[in-house]
């Protein structure tokens, strides 16, 4: 896991280029979240807090920040899809986030204030979003095409592809 996690932070800080394997994006995940936490926890113990964030964690979340979306790049592109899906993610996400934030104060100003009113504007934006983010995780999961693509060399067996050079098969 460490191993992993040492290659997507320092060898591949900011490499939006070439595939990334599940163990790699899945290990880079884990350690993130047991880091994430430990950081929590010391931000907690220590009182190094920010407003409801803590200082260790936050920036901690910032230097990691262009990693996680390299790696997540790398990971779509093992499966042959585009890394502009996760931009196209989180731009589907901020723009629900606004409609969420605008009907519900246009709700709220109106005076008409209802469950059903809040309801459409607070849980269908909510519905899209968590149907997305199953459908990223299911990407995510997927096992990655076993050949070369568009993107680069197979990651899980790398040495294949140079092997079958000067090869005859009949």
């Known amino acids: 896991m460490i191993e992993w996690y040492k290659k997507v932070v320092f060898e591949n800080y900011a490499s939006f280029s070439g595939r990334a394997r599940r163990s790699e994006y899945w290990y880079f995940i884990l350690a993130n979240m047991i880091i994430g936490v430990l950081l929590t926890l010391l931000d907690n113990i220590l009182g190094f807090k920010l407003g409801t964030s803590g200082v260790l964690s936050g920036l ?11 790696v997540s790049v790398r990971r779509l592109h093992d499966i042959g899809k585009s890394g502009k899906l996760l931009l196209l993610f989180y731009g589907i996400i901020i723009i629900l986030v606004i409609v969420m934030l605008v009907s519900g104060f246009s709700v709220f ?62």
């Open 60 to 70: 901690y979340n910032l230097a990691v920040f262009i990693p996680s979306l390299a």
């Open 109 to 170: 100003m109106s005076g008409g204030f209802s469950m059903s009113s809040l309801g459409v504007a607070f849980f269908g934006p909510l519905l899209v979003v968590i149907a997305m983010s199953i459908w990223m995780l299911i990407l995510f999961c997927t096992e990655g095409e076993h050949s070369s693509n568009k993107y680069g060399p197979d990651p899980k067996n790398e040495t294949s592809e140079i092997n079958k050079i000067g090869t005859f098969e009949l």
